[in-house]
């Protein structure tokens, strides 16, 4: 994909871990995982409708983005913190979005801009 990097970065990523390396390098996705979570665990632990959390006072929020590889590709969002419940460190999604393409600048610009320019 990328011509630019040495091809035994690759091959050696691929001897020390073959499906993380494909993931990775090869664009592909990891087979390995796909029975990690079931489907009735994310159900169980989802507020069916619930876009978003608000924002909490003097919580830490970690942002994540997984940007598009290309015209086929949707663009996510996340935000998440950390709960501490009964002792335990809880990981919660307060916000997840996707865009999917075609994508255009235009519509990605915020309406303040979108006024500014319109007025300029």
Do not use: K
């Amino acid at each position: 994909m990328n011509g630019t990097i040495p091809e035994h970065i690759i091959t050696d990523a691929l001897a020390a871990d073959e499906p993380a390396a494909r993931a990775e390098w090869l664009a592909e996705f990891r087979s390995d995982l796909e029975a990690f979570v079931s489907r009735e665990v994310v159900e169980a632990c989802t507020v069916p409708g619930r876009i978003g959390l608000p924002p909490l006072g003097g919580v830490r929020y970690f942002g994540f983005t997984d940007p598009s590889g290309g015209a086929q590709d949707s663009f996510t969002v996340a935000v998440a913190h950390v709960d501490e419940r009964q002792g335990q460190r809880i990981a919660v999604l307060d916000y997840v979005n996707e865009r999917r393409p075609p994508f255009s600048p235009i519509l990605w610009r915020p309406s303040s801009a979108r006024r500014s320019s319109a007025t300029a």
